[in-house]
């Protein structure tokens, strides 16, 4: 059984700093391409960062140079540090991996998400 389970989520004022992180199961951790998306209310779930299995990352320009996105194999958990938050950066942050599972699979998984809120 696949699970991705996100934390670190929460208040934080415009400018502030939060860490996101994301603790996968049931996967070939190291094999997987791990990536955060983000979901604002009303609008499309949208791609944020994302990680390889070789280190490898890629970001979206509205959070380039502002988020890094980094994995620790030993631990199966992937991060994503976000500073200088912007008001705009409010959303639902889903976690997903795309890869081997134990099982012998290839698979697609979402974690259930952890709500940021940037606010004064």
């Known amino acids: 059984q696949v699970q991705l389970v996100e934390s670190g989520g929460g208040l934080v004022q415009p400018g502030g700093s939060l860490r996101l992180s994301c603790t996968a199961s049931?996967?070939?951790?190291?094999?997987?391409?791990m990536g955060w998306y983000r979901q604002a209310p009303g609008k499309l779930r949208e791609w944020v960062a994302a990680i390889r299995s070789g280190g490898n990352t890629n970001y979206a320009d509205s959070v380039k140079d502002r988020f890094t996105i980094s994995r620790d194999n030993l631990k199966n958990t992937v991060y994503l540090r976000m500073n200088t938050l912007k008001p705009e950066d409010t959303a639902v942050y889903y976690c997903?991996?795309?890869?081997?599972?134990?099982?012998?699979?290839?698979?697609?998984?979402w974690g259930q998400g952890t709500q940021v809120t940037v606010a004064s």
């Open positions: 997903n991996a795309k890869g081997p599972t134990l099982g012998g699979r290839w698979g697609d998984y």
């Open positions: 049931g996967i070939i951790f190291s094999g997987n391409t």
